[in-house]
């Protein structure tokens, strides 16, 4: 089966190619994609190594919109036509044989896969926008951490860093009526996050956090969710937690060992959550309800749209540090 890619090499140049995948067997379907959504710290610790599911060239993506366009023989809850959500390709070659890595692969014209997985294939809901329903892993996420650390109605919550984890973890909380704080260093993620909810905005550019955060919750906050990735924000993180408050490793921080200082929370007792992915399909069936529903207006959180063609120039702006007016990307495969 013929499609087209955006392939990344071990030199993190960027190019949409002309790659095979198989047919799909069985047990699998074939999906025309309509729109993928991009993850600006999951896949770009994968472009440069930080964290490594292959070798190049790669893949990235996972997490897409599409059209059912081939079931097969075992299938009984799909059919031609279906508009569905997916996470990802099973398999993928250049043109020219050479493997790829598929990590998960999601950003190609089409996707073959075997939708009874944990990152498989789910319908869309009647509502839902198809190209913001493509970004429903990060969402999902930051509802599977919540969910997690269970962070109840009146309690104040604080989010350290709002991309776009950070602000689904804002949403959910704002839902569940918690007092929400959202602390980062850029205002343009700050003011969607009041978007989402948030109740108070600390820039960590040019504000003094700890003491923003102790004129809001002179203790600290009851629950503070890590949402950076970044293993030198740990410990800022752990000083803004009230005694026996809990703390949330929400980000990826990568495969290397990441140190920090253990009295603060020993003293404070603090609990600690460490979620991983995006909670399966309850987390995603559920944010894309939302979205359905008009509970969960994650379109603020698109700031660009582009076509597969210009996916290249923008993954090597991001790559090189200079997309800085980026938080949300969808890639539009129609075009």
Not at 146 to 171: D, F, H, K
Not at 214 to 235: K, Q, Y
Request: proline content about 6%.
């Amino acid at each position: 089966m013929k499609a087209t890619a955006l392939i990344c090499d071990e030199k993190q140049q960027f190019s949409i190619e002309e790659v095979i995948l198989k047919d799909p067997a069985p047990d699998q379907v074939a999906i025309r994609s309509l729109y993928t959504g991009v993850s600006i710290g999951t896949e770009f610790a994968l472009i440069r190594n930080k964290i490594s599911w292959g070798p190049y060239p790669l893949c990235v993506g996972y997490m897409g919109t599409g059209i059912v366009e081939a079931v097969g023989s075992d299938i009984t809850d799909f059919k031609v036509g279906d508009e569905v959500y997916f996470r990802g390709n099973d398999s993928m070659e250049l043109a020219d044989g050479t493997p790829v890595s598929c990590v998960s692969g999601a950003h190609c014209s089409h996707a073959v896969r075997k939708p009874d997985t944990t990152h498989g294939v789910d319908h869309v809901p009647p509502g839902a926008s198809m190209k913001v329903a493509s970004m429903f892993v990060m969402p999902a996420v930051g509802l599977n951490g919540v969910s997690m650390a269970n962070p109840r109605m009146g309690e104040t919550v604080l989010v350290y860093g709002v991309g776009l984890i950070g602000l689904g973890v804002v949403a959910t909380c704002a839902h569940r009526g918690c007092v929400v704080i959202a602390v980062d260093i850029d205002q343009k993620h700050l003011e969607i996050a009041r978007e989402m909810g948030a109740d108070h905005l600390i820039n960590g550019s040019n504000e003094d956090v700890p003491a923003a955060v102790r004129s809001i919750a002179p203790e600290g906050a009851d629950v503070v969710f890590e949402c950076t990735g970044i293993p030198a924000c740990i410990d800022p993180a752990v000083e803004l937690c009230r005694p026996l408050g809990s703390l949330i490793w929400q980000g990826n921080y990568g495969a290397d060992p990441i140190s920090m200082h253990f009295l603060p929370p020993h003293g404070k007792r603090l609990q600690m959550f460490f979620p991983c992915d995006d909670g399966y399909q309850p987390s995603r069936r559920a944010v894309v309800k939302n979205m359905a529903m008009g509970a969960l207006k994650w379109e603020k959180t698109i700031t660009h749209e582009i076509t597969s063609a210009q996916a290249p120039e923008m993954y090597d702006r991001i790559n090189k540090g200079e997309a800085k007016d980026v938080v949300g990307v969808v890639i539009d495969w129609q075009q």
